[in-house]
């Protein structure tokens, strides 16, 4: 690309192409980090390189013809709303299990202490006391 770039910007006197043509950075090659860490912090400032969103009258990637853009940004919003809609089943089942958690102690407390009330030894009924306590 850098190549071609450079030849482009040796015919063009002008320098009309130069807006068009960027030089493209390290940065602008980096990963998305989107596909390998799927729940990582901060992908609402993900911002796509220069040379993705190029705007011609005939370009795959323009958004007003319904090109590549449009669908990479509907695929984004589905991801997104997929992503929020598995952490709000994540809450569901959290509180959830904290309230089985608290009904699960509680049937035991209760179970404890009717054994409690049974036991005639001094050692058993101090170990369902303790039991009690949990």
Known sequence: YQRARQAILRLDPDGN????????????LAVSKEVTEENRFGQGT?????????DGGRSQLNVEARGLMEEFYRIN?????ARRDRWKEEVS????EMLWTGLWFEY???????????????????????????
Do not use: C
């Open 77 to 81: 919003w589905l991801k997104a709303r």
């Open 108 to 134: 035991h407390k209760k179970m404890w202490e009717q054994r409690a009330l049974q036991l005639t030894e001094p050692g058993e009924e101090a170990y369902a006391n303790k039991q009690m306590g949990l």
């Open 17 to 28: 192409m130069t807006e068009k043509y960027q030089e493209i950075l390290p940065e602008d």
């Open 93 to 96: 089942l959290v509180m959830h």
């Open 46 to 54: 993900s911002k796509l390189a220069w040379f993705w969103v190029i």
